[in-house]
């Protein structure tokens, strides 16, 4: 009989077949939403979790801490409950009600700050503490390595091996690093295509990080090319995910498809496969769906 933990990952592709107007190649939409959690974010906090009991680095005692935008503190507290751990989470005041409320549903102390930056530093500075294991997102290689061991590995299979194109949202980069190291293992000539905001947008889950604040695990050199996202086209496109193609989804999904479908536009042929992050229904206090 299976776990929850056992659910985590092997999301379905589904095809983009309205909003594509390219009919030599392929648009594949890889629904993340579909973890139990909601999110990509399963996969890195159960590796990061996993892993950290595993080599002893949780102490008996110690609890959880860790700086989020949203996505990653809701796996978190899902999977800190399995293995019966306290978490901390420290997110940005501006995050809609319904991820912190998923968070306290799930036994998370929530604490609330002025923007990522002031919850990263107030994690870091925590977690110093013996009393709390920082599991640091940013720097920590069990984030990438899930979707080294995961998500790039099942793109490959359900792809038959013919993916030419990888987009992704960049964030704390985990997801495009550790599918990147996978993907050009097998294909060097697939193409990673990461995408950040517009200067002046703001989109949950996609930062254009200051250089004090590049999470440590990002190495430039696994990405292709960066498309930029205004705030604007990254909206539009979550709502013609969900009006078009019944796809639900936030706003940073939105920048990925848009990204990937105007790349299609400019291919001769391909497969391009990019990352829903989550779901729609995260988002339903905020104007994403206004």
Known sequence: MATILDLVGNTPLVEIKKLNKNPKVKVYAKL???????????????????????????KPGMKL????????????????RQFDLEIELVL???STRERTQTMEAYGAKVIQLDGIEACRDYADEKGQSDEYFQLNQFANPDNYEAHYKST??????????KVTHFVSSMGTT???MGTSMYLKEQDSSVQIVGCQPTDGSSIP?????????????FDASRVDRVIDIST????????NL??????????????AAHAALKLAEELEEGLIVFIVCDRGDRYLSSELFA
Request: charged share 30%; net charge negative.
């Open 152 to 161: 790039g590995p099942e793109i490959w299979r359900d792809t038959d091996g």
């Open 32 to 58: 993340e939403g579909d973890n139990p959690g909601g999110s990509v974010k399963d996969r890195a906090a159960l590796n990061m979790i996993k892993s950290a009991l595993e080599r002893g680095d949780i």
């Open 92 to 94: 940005p005041e501006k």
């Open 65 to 80: 801490i860790e700086a989020t935008s949203g996505n990653t503190g809701i796996a978190l507290a899902m999977i800190a």
């Open 232 to 239: 604007e086209d990254a909206t539009a496109m979550a709502r």
């Open 205 to 217: 889950g996609i930062r254009r990080w200051p250089k004090e604040y590049l999470p440590k695990i």
């Open 242 to 255: 969900a009006k078009t193609e019944s796809i639900f989804a936030g706003m940073s999904s939105g920048g």
């Open 174 to 176: 985990g997801t495009i």
